[in-house]
């Protein structure tokens, strides 16, 4: 079942933060986060595996709180390469094969 | 890391034809799949593509209309067949290695598909 995000999009200004959540109705075993930049592939960010584990990747951090079946993803001081479109992908028993939401488009301004 | 090929990256074809894609991989890949994403949408799982055997797909794609070929580790090929409009989409092919993050995705650039 496709997870749900939110917001749909987001729009900043350099160096402000934004927050994308992620939401299953099922238990989940993992979540990934991919962005993806107009018109080029998706790009693995980060895998958090159940266990309410929070994970950094430069200044994009994700959170997994197991018992709510949520995820977030915190992007600080946000900067203009951070536009794209985020997508949180579930797994539910194992397999690490991501069924993904609908996706976060993130617009950053000068 | 892994570097994906994908031919072609854009098409046009006609209402009721078959088109091709191909996806070669340059690293040791221990899964290969194929996802779909229409314009602003999500991207979609499709099949698994298994070496030297059927693909496993996923509920509302079959083989008939998506014919899966994986005749080795780091080559697949993905038909649409009998293509209508709402074919038109990107098509990704999709790997996991087995020198990355358990998980970690690795995308082709994708072929866009307009069908007229």
């Known amino acids: 079942q496709q997870p749900v995000q939110s917001p749909q999009a987001v729009i900043l200004r350099e160096g402000e933060d934004a927050v994308i959540n992620c939401s299953s109705s099922?238990?989940?075993?993992?979540v990934h986060w991919y962005r993806q930049k107009h018109g080029e592939a998706p790009v693995f960010l980060m895998i958090?595996?159940?266990?309410?584990e929070q994970k950094g990747h430069e200044k994009i951090s994700a959170s997994f709180n197991e018992k709510k079946q949520q995820s977030s993803l915190y992007l600080t001081a946000s900067q203009l390469s951070y536009s794209g479109t985020y997508f949180c992908?579930?797994?539910?028993?194992?397999?690490?094969?991501?069924?993904f939401g609908r996706g976060t488009s993130l617009i950053v301004h000068p | 890391s892994a570097v994906i090929s994908q031919k072609p990256s854009r098409d046009i074809c006609q209402r009721g034809t078959s088109l091709t894609i191909q996806c070669q991989v340059d690293?040791?890949?221990?899964?290969m799949f194929w996802y779909r994403q229409q314009p602003g949408q999500s991207l979609t799982l499709i099949a698994t593509?298994?070496?030297?055997?059927?693909?496993?797909?996923e509920s509302g794609f079959v083989i008939d209309k998506f014919p899966i070929s994986r005749p080795n580790l780091t080559f697949s090929t993905l038909t649409v067949s009998n293509m209508s409009p709402e074919d038109s989409s990107i098509y990704l092919c999709?790997?996991?290695?087995?020198?990355?993050?358990?998980?970690?995705?690795?995308f082709g650039e994708g072929s866009r598909l307009t069908v007229l």
């Open positions: 593509a298994n070496q030297g055997s059927e693909a496993t797909y």
């Open positions: 999709s790997v996991q290695t087995s020198g990355s993050p358990t998980g970690e995705l690795f």
């Open positions: 690293s040791q890949v221990t899964m």
């Open positions: 958090l595996l159940k266990g309410g």
């Open positions: 099922k238990a989940l075993y993992s």
């Open positions: 992908g579930t797994e539910v028993g194992g397999s690490y094969i991501p069924t």
